[in-house]
């Protein structure tokens, strides 16, 4: 495909800032360059940690951001009121034609609010997945971005569904695939789950678990729940917890590291966290993405959550929702399932469709399509 001199002469600017962002910007950042399209990185400074952004930037082939705004923590309001006036600055002195975001973090609706009212296109990478939970903080920054977006990049069916039950106009909705997944596809043959074992002095059994939700980790009782369950789970096997900042706090003082079998460990970089799943035994977790990368590894998934905006991964995948009461009976059974198979390997799964390496692709086809028929009006 070739990029006209008038696409040539635009400019996209990327707008990302915490950690799941990065794998799901590398590929499209990636793809469009091939396509000789000029293209711009902000990283809004929202994550900061070395081991929440930097090591990204390192393993994923990502072009330095040609800017750091530095917003860093605070409430809600604190953060989306830097990221407002910090992003506003930016689009006025460098003008993009576009503004691509991804996700549902503060960064990802705080771009797409400034962008639509300085009149500049949006593009959502990830749209329309719903939890119907309006408590998660990430239902209203999706909501409010698909809003406000003008292209809606979708990673399943449902997420279609849930776009035309708001008004989006179909013509703005593209289901292209996900591109969390091209970026685990494109690493799958760096992924060495005995050497990182190796690394953390790991068992050839073990268990992964990540828990950073609100609603999992803010509330001590909760929290006192969750230390249970990890403590439950490693009866069971080794368990390793890369332990996000958000929940360190509190979880730590609960104890959690309090079990011989726990491996309480720092937040790994995104070759070695992916690593250790692919040889896990299952894993438990409150992450988005972790949803997916379990469904495409076959590794069982147990989400602590109640609810999923990923039901792919339910019905096309290998995770379940569980409760704190539920999940280590469940956990139970998995795990014995899975060492009573002779070769010990995931099972194998269905993959959602378009989860096949090609999202960022499509997306950056349908982009520079879009640009070039809005250029010709
Ligand atoms: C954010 C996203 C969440 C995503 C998660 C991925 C929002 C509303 N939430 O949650 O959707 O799943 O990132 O990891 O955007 N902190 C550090 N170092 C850092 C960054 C944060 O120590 O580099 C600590 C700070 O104490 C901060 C807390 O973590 O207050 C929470 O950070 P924040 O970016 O507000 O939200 P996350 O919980 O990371
Ligand atoms: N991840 C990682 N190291 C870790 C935990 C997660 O590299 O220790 C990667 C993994 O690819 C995951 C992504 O970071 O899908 C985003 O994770 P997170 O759970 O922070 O965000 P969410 O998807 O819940 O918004």
Redesign the pocket.
Known sequence: MMTSAIVSAMTLLHVTG???NFPKAAPVIARLAELGVSQRLVHTG????D???EVFFRELNLPRPDVNLGV???S?AQ?TAALLIGLEAEILATRPDLVIVY??????MAAAIVAAKLGVPVAHVEAGLRSFDMSM??EV?RKVTDALSDLLFVTSPDAIAHLADEGIPSERIHFVGNPMIDSLLSHRDRLDSAAARARLALPEDYLVATL???GNVDDPETAAELVAVVHGAAALADIVLPL???G?AILEALGIGDHPRVHVVEPLGYLDFMSLVSGALAVITD??GVQEETTVLGVPCLTLRPNTERPVTITHGTNRLVTTRSIVAELAAEVAARRARSDRTAAPTVVPPLWDGQAGARIATVLVDWLDDRSAR
């Open positions: 915490a950690r799941p929202q994550h900061y940690d081991r929440l952004s860093g923590s605070g809600h953060q996700g549902d973090v503060n960064s990802t903080p990430e920054n950073h939700r609100p996000h900042p958000r360190r992450s988005g």
